[in-house]
């Protein structure tokens, strides 16, 4: 690999870890600063998510100057993007149940409730 | 054919899980690969009763890549809204997003490109499995956010698995 | 070249990151706040685990930061199905 070129891969990577860096600092601030339960929910799945996603995104790419390409961060980033939804919707759920959340819910339109406020209660 | 691989597409996953995870192209981690792939469906097929139909296995890689830009675009307006907006002028609402799809995983997939796209957030599902319970940051017109969802995200699951 | 400072700088936001995140976790106004803080950190370690990874050279963290990964969210499922139910294993 040229030298020209070496050098723009580490400029590449070196903005892709001063972005990431600064999500994973505003999804940890956002939990501070929204005023409201469930506003909170959203800042830290999100930017925190896509703040792994850089520190990921880097370390497989870091040695492709030597040729080399490491695909154990794709499993990663598989299971951080198939997780994040699992726990954010079990979090919301216990917001809603413990009445936490804002109370102005909408009427589900299908004639039955939602799930969590249902009588008796499926599965979650 | 069909009793020894019961849920070909499991299997498959199997054998890229276990690629990625040895990191290296060899003839015995293919070996193990596909005797993995071979016992472990075999084994859950009891939790497994019926096997997801995905009429179009290429839309769903297409629409893997929207989402995945969607989501990096969707975190520049999320810490916009954390970093800059007056707190009190974060409007909240909840949006009930009523579903056409059917099958279980076309939904959980829906559910769960929602959660990880611009500002909103699955939260419950109605008791019957009809409707979607999403929450949104900051939503100033809450009928725009779900029509975005219905066009964007719905009707291209609906193409793909339906 | 300047890899190493930028490096630096994400590690450096990640520590302020876990001294907002524990912060929050004294002051957090309910018990969903707290497992929801708690997510937040594991997310964060597993940044953590990657980044000290790519700071040594060497591909062995990769394996903690997988087994975290896949381990981490149990933790928030379990304790929110706690709290929705009262217990874990029905």
Partial sequence: MTPALDMALDLALSAVLVGGGIFALVGSYGLMRLPRPMQRLHAPTKATTIGVGAALLVSALDLLGQGQVSWKEVLITIFLLLTAPISALFLAKTLILRGEADPDIPDSGTGKPWATLAPERHDP | MRRLFPHPYLSLTLVILWFLLVNQWK???????????????????????????????????????????????????????????????????????????????????????????????????????????????????????????????????????? | MILPYALLFFLGSLTLAFVLNLWRLFTAPTLTDRVLVLDTMTINAIALIVLYGIWTGTGLYMEIAVLFALTSFVGTVAYCKFLLRGNIIE
Avoid at chain 2, 101 to 119: C, H, K, N, R, V
């Fill in chain 2, 27 to 162: 003839l015995g981690s293919l070996v193990m690969a596909i005797i993995l792939a071979t016992i472990i469906p075999l084994l859950t097929t009891t939790w497994w009763p019926n096997r997801p139909r995905v009429k179009r296995p290429f839309g769903l890689a297409a629409y893997s890549i929207l989402v995945l830009w969607d989501v990096i675009v969707a975190n520049f307006q999320v810490a916009r809204i954390v970093l800059f907006m007056p707190r009190d002028r974060i409007r909240s609402a909840w949006i009930t997003v009523p579903l056409d799809l059917q099958s279980p995983e076309a939904i959980s997939l829906l559910a769960g490109t929602i959660t990880m796209t611009p500002g909103t957030l699955t939260s419950d599902m109605s008791a019957c499995g009809r409707a979607l319970l999403v929450h949104a940051l900051h939503a100033p017109d809450p009928d725009s956010v779900r029509n975005d969802i219905k066009t964007r995200y719905e009707a291209r699951l609906k193409r793909i698995f339906e």
